[in-house]
C-alpha cells in the first residue's frame, strides 16, 4: 500500500491521543521514556487503535526532542527513544497501518521560549533519528507558531521525500497566533511541499468544523484534523478531564468530512473508543470534490481618536522632558504620597512614574494610584507593568483596564523575581518576557490580542521600555535596547546611573538612535545607603568619589542630604546637556530631593534659554 495513492482515493483514520491516554493512565513523567523502559505499554495502545480502525498510526516521539528529554535528563537518548518509537509503531501496525514519525512544536505559544537556530538544530536530531528507522511518514503537530513550522517543514522537505503532514494549532476558531488566519497558514504549508496540511489539538470537533467552513480544498494537498476530545477539559481532584463522547466525536467525524478533511483522528482526550466511533460513522463514505466557503465577516477595528496631546516619547524628542518615579506606598495610606505627587507637579515634572510592586514586594496597586492621580492633579502617570504578577490573561486584562481608564503611558519590565522581595516564595509568572510584553502592547495598538482576536478599537499606548547600562559589556545592553525597539518600544527608561563617565559612554553608544532615553538619576541618601547600592545592588558600582564624598558626612543627615544633592545635581548637568529626557528616582518616598532635583532642572533650562536669548541680541 501506497500512502499517497491511498490518499488520493479515499479518507484515511489516524489514531488518537497518546499522551493524555498515557496520563488518564497515572502516567505523569516523560512519556517517550517508555519507549524504552515499557515499549509493550506503547505497543498495547498503538494495538488499540489499530483494532479501532486507525489507518496511521503516529509514533510516541511528540516531545523526544533534546530541549523536551532535557527537562528529564534524558537529552543523551533522542536518537534511541525516536528509532525505538518508530520501531514500536511499526511492529504493532503489523503491516496493516501506515507508521507516522511525530514531531511536536519546540515552541509553544511564546516565540521567545527558544530561538530559531537551537530549534533547527533539535529538529534535525529528531528528524534523522526517526529516518534511520524508515517510516512512512512523517507528522508535525501543534505548532501554534507559523514561523517554527514553515522553518522545520522546509528542512523536512528537503531532507527526504516521504509524505509529510503538518498541522498548526489555533488559538481560537479560525485563528493562529499573531491572528494568522487558518486559510492562510494551509496555504504557506501546501506551498512548502507538505502532503496534507491542516490542525491539531486546543480545539474540539466543534470549533474544529467551524474553523474549516472556511478553508477551501487545497489544490494540491489534503486537509487533515486532529481534534481534541473537546475544547473545554474539566479540572478535576487536580488532574485535566476530557468528557468522552465517543458517539459525538464520530457524528463530527462526517462533519468533518463534508467540510473536505482527508485525514481525521483525534488529539488531546481521544481514546481508541472515540477512533471506533469515526471509523463507525464514516463507514466507506467517499471524500467529497468541492465544497461551499463560508466567509465570516472580518470585524471592523475602529480607529482610535487622534490624540491631541504629545506623548512622553514625543515630547523628549523636542525638549526636556522630566519623569520622577514616586513609588505606591506598602502600607495603606495615600496621604504623603499625594503631598508628594502634587508637590512634584507643581515643580514642573512631566510624569509621574508609578512603579508595579518595585523589588517584588506588595505595594498599593499603581492602578488604583494612577487613577487617582489623573483625577486630582490632572497630569498622566507612567504605569510600569511587569510581566512577573500577571498571565497571559491577567496582563491583556489589565491593559484594556488601563486603556478604559485613560492610562495609556506605560512602562514594560520583565520586574524583579519574587524570591528577592517579601514573599519569596510566590510565583514569578513570567508567562511573557519584556520582549514579548512590548509586543504584545504594540499589537493592542493594531487592535489585536495576543492571539489576534479583534478588541474593536485599537489602544493608544505609548510604550517605554527598560535599559539597563549597568552591565560589564554596555553594546549587550545596547543590543537589547535595539530588540526592544524592533518590538515596539519608543523611549527607554535608564536603571539609575552613579558616574559622569557612564552617562557619556551610554550617549556614545547610543546616539545612533533617535528613540528617546531618559536618563536614570537617584539621589543618594546616606553613607549606609551608598554602601548598600555599591556593594549590594547587582552591577551598580559608585565611583570611590562618591563614595568618599557621602562617607565624609558622616552620620549628619542634613550633610548626607546636601552630598547626596550635590553628586546628583553634577549627574543631572552631565544628562541634560546630552538627553532631553531625565528620569529621577525617588527614594524612599523622600520627594523634596527629587522635587529639588526637578526644580533645579527647571532652573538651569531656564538660565540656559535666556543666555542664549540675550546672545542673540
Ligand atoms: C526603569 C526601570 C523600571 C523598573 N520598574 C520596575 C517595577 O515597577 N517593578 C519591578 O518589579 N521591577 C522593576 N524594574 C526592575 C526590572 O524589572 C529588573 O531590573 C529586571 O531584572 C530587568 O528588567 P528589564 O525589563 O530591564 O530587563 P530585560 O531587558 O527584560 O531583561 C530581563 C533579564 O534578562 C537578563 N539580562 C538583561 N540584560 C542582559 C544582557 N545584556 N545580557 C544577558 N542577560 C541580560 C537579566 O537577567 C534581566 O533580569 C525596573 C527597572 C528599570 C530599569
Ligand atoms: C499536545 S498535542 C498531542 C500530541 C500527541 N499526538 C499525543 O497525543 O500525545
Ligand atoms: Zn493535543
Redesign the pocket.
Known amino acids: 500500500m501506497n500512502f499517497r495513492d491511498e490518499l488520493q482515493k479515499r479518507i484515511l483514520i489516524g489514531d488518537g491521543a497518546m499522551g493524555t491516554l498515557l496520563y488518564s493512565n497515572g502516567i505523569d513523567n516523560c512519556y517517550e521514556e517508555l519507549n524504552i523502559t515499557h515499549p509493550d505499554r506503547i505497543e498495547t495502545i498503538h494495538s488499540a487503535y489499530l483494532e479501532a480502525g486507525a489507518d496511521i498510526l503516529q509514533s510516541n516521539t511528540y516531545g523526544a526532542n533534546y530541549y523536551k528529554l532535557k527537562r528529564y535528563g534524558l537529552e543523551e537518548e533522542v536518537s534511541t527513544i525516536n528509532r525505538k518509537g518508530i520501531a514500536i509503531a511499526r511492529k504493532a501496525a503489523n503491516g496493516k497501518a501506515f507508521v507516522f514519525g511525530t514531531i511536536g512544536a519546540s515552541r509553544s505559544f511564546r516565540k521567545s521560549d527558544l530561538d530559531l537556530d537551537e530549534i533547527k538544530r533539535c529538529f534535525r536530531e529528531q528528524l534523522y533519528s526517526q529516518l534511520i528507522e524508515n517510516p512512512d511518514g512523517l507528522i508535525l503537530e501543534t505548532y501554534y507558531d507559523l514561523e517554527e513550522l514553515e522553518m522545520v517543514l522546509k528542512i523536512a522537505r528537503n531532507e527526504t521525500d516521504l509524505p509529510i503532514i503538518a498541522n498548526v494549532s489555533l488559538h481560537e476558531t479560525s485563528y493562529l497566533q499573531e491572528g494568522i488566519h487558518l486559510n492562510e497558514a494551509l496555504l504557506r504549508l501546501e506551498a512548502l511541499g507538505a502532503d496534507a496540511v491542516g490542525v491539531n489539538c486546543h480545539l474540539g470537533p466543534h470549533h474544529m468544523i467551524r474553523s474549516l467552513e472556511e478553508v477551501p480544498l487545497p489544490k494540491k494537498a489534503f486537509l487533515s484534523v486532529y481534534p481534541n476530545a473537546s475544547s473545554l477539559p474539566e479540572y478535576v481532584d487536580g488532574r485535566f478531564v476530557y468528557e468522552a463522547v465517543p458517539d459525538y466525536f464520530g457524528y463530527s467525524a462526517v462533519n468533518l468530512r463534508n467540510q473536505g478533511a482527508r485525514i481525521i483522528g483525534g488529539c488531546c482526550g481521544t481514546t481508541p473508543n472515540h477512533i471506533a466511533a469515526v471509523k463507525k460513522a464514516l463507514g466507506n463514505i467517499a471524500p467529497i470534490k468541492e465544497k461551499k466557503i463560508i466567509k465570516r465577516k472580518v470585524e471592523v477595528i475602529e480607529v482610535a481618536v487622534k490624540e491631541t496631546k504629545k506623548g512622553l516619547y514625543e515630547k523628549a524628542k523636542l525638549e526636556r522632558t522630566i519623569l520622577v518615579?514616586l513609588?505606591p506606598p506598602k502600607k495603606l495610606g495615600i496621604k504623603e504620597f499625594m503631598k508628594g505627587a502634587k508637590a512634584l507637579h507643581k515643580a514642573g515634572v512631566d510624569s509621574i512614574?508609578?512603579?508595579?510592586?518595585?523589588?517584588?514586594s506588595p505595594r498599593i496597586s499603581?492602578v488604583a494610584l494612577g487613577t487617582i492621580l489623573k483625577k486630582e492633579i490632572g497630569s498622566e502617570p507612567l504605569m510600569?507593568?511587569?510581566?512577573?504578577d500577571r498571565n497571559m490573561i491577567g496582563l491583556q486584562s489589565h491593559l484594556m483596564g488601563l486603556q478604559t481608564l485613560g492610562l495609556n503611558e506605560v512602562?514594560?519590565?520583565?520586574?524583579?523575581?519574587s524570591k528577592i522581595?517579601d514573599f519569596p516564595g510566590a510565583t514569578s509568572v513570567y508567562d511573557l518576557?519584556?520582549?514579548d510584553l512590548i509586543s504584545l502592547v504594540k499589537q493592542f495598538n493594531e487592535g489585536l490580542s495576543y492571539s489576534g482576536k479583534s478588541l474593536g478599537k485599537r489602544t493608544n499606548f505609548k510604550i517605554?521600555?527598560?535599559?539597563?547600562p549597568n552591565?560589564r559589556?554596555l553594546h549587550?545592553?545596547v543590543?537589547?535596547m535595539e530588540k526592544?525597539i524592533a518590538c515596539g518600544a519608543q523611549s527607554?527608561?535608564?536603571?539609575p546611573v552613579f558616574s559622569t563617565s557612564q552617562i557619556e559612554d551610554v550617549y556614545e553608544a547610543t546616539k545612533h538612535l533617535d528613540t528617546p532615553i531618559?536618563m536614570?538619576i537617584m539621589p543618594l541618601t546616606s553613607t549606609r545607603n551608598a554602601e548598600f547600592i555599591h556593594n549590594e545592588v547587582p552591577g551598580i558600582k559608585l565611583p570611590d568619589t562618591v563614595r568618599k564624598a557621602m562617607a565624609s558626612a558622616g552620620n549628619d543627615p542634613i550633610k548626607a542630604r546636601a552630598e547626596g544633592i550635590a553628586i546628583a545635581k553634577e549627574l543631572v548637568d552631565a544628562a541634560a546637556e546630552r538627553f532631553k529626557g531625565i528620569?529621577l528616582?525617588t527614594p524612599f518616598l523622600r520627594f523634596e530631593l527629587t522635587e529639588e532635583l526637578s526644580k533645579y532642572i527647571r532652573e538651569v533650562d531656564n538660565k540656559r534659554v535666556v543666555e542664549l536669548t540675550a546672545n542673540e541680541q
Not at 512614574?353 to 517584588?360: G, H, I, P, Q, R
Not at 517605554?464 to 539597563?468: D, S
Request: aromatic fraction near 10%; hydrophobic fraction near 40%.
Open positions: 518615579e513609588d512614574t508609578l512603579a508595579d510592586n518595585s523589588l517584588a499603581n510600569h507593568i511587569t510581566c512577573r512602562l514594560v519590565v520583565t520586574g524583579d523575581p522581595g518576557s519584556s520582549f517605554a521600555a527598560a535599559f539597563n552591565i559589556h549587550k545592553a543590543e537589547r526592544k527607554f527608561l535608564t536603571q531618559f536614570g528620569y528616582i
